[in-house]
């Protein structure tokens, strides 16, 4: 007879290895990492970890997509807030840009990774699933934003995709710019200047006041490159 899965108890263990494997990545680099190092852990075998993960990347697709649920809690309650629309844009993409902060180290460490050709299918669905959790809650804030007259759009929906677009050309620009500078090319004005243009046309694309989606600040920009070039630093005496 075949034997029944807990549910339960299965999410439970899941979420334990997931744990270790963050805690591991963060202490010694995704790359490092091996399928081993996991298992002595957890206490598994080879074939118990494959029960739950079938490759490395999985375990990586896992953790990004764990990083998307807890975000998109935070970002929930301030989609569905009242007031101004232009209001609540801008602290939704403040939310999720602080939500990412909080995540700084993690995310430093498993850029490079993301990015890597390999992990193309990884990169894939990690985009698929933040523009699933970002658009509903975009198209929701813009159509408020039409109503009010805080934003000049005629297709709340089209131009919800539009910034979302952005937002994701954004980040990926930005995640390039930043293994750049670990790997010592590339400079944080550079950083900054990108940004200021991708918000520059958020604003242009929505109608909205100048200034008034502004949602990331020079110093954030500025902690997010130093941690860059900590790692790069690390990986290069690593590799000594």
Request: include cysteine; glycine fraction near 6%.
């Amino acid at each position: 007879m075949p034997r029944t899965r807990n549910d339960e108890a299965y999410a439970r263990k899941r979420d334990a290895i997931l744990d270790i494997a963050e805690r591991l990545v963060q202490t010694k680099g995704y790359e490092s990492l091996a399928i081993t190092d996991l298992m002595a852990e957890a206490g598994i075998s080879k074939g118990a970890l494959y029960h739950y993960f079938s490759a490395k990347r999985a375990v990586l697709a896992a953790l990004l997509d764990r990083r998307l649920d807890r975000w998109e809690a935070r970002l929930a309650p301030i989609a569905e807030a009242t007031g101004p629309a232009d209001r609540r844009l801008r602290d939704f993409l403040r939310t999720l840009a602080g939500a990412k902060a909080d995540d700084r180290g993690f995310l430093i460490e498993v850029l490079r990774s993301v990015y890597a050709e390999e992990n193309a299918i990884v990169y894939a669905a990690a985009r698929q699933g933040m523009a699933d959790r970002l658009l509903p809650r975009l198209i929701m804030i813009i159509d408020a934003g039409r109503a009010d007259g805080t934003f000049t759009v005629t297709d709340p929906a089209a131009s919800a995709r539009v910034v979302l677009s952005l937002l994701q050309e954004c980040t990926d620009r930005i995640g390039r710019m930043l293994i750049d500078i670990a790997d010592g090319r590339g400079t944080a004005r550079q950083v900054e200047a990108q940004t200021a243009a991708y918000v520059d046309s958020l604003h242009r694309t929505l109608g909205a006041a100048p200034g008034t989606l502004a949602f990331v600040a020079t110093a954030d920009l500025r902690r997010w490159t130093r941690a860059a070039r900590v790692a790069g630093a690390t990986e290069t005496g690593s590799a000594r």
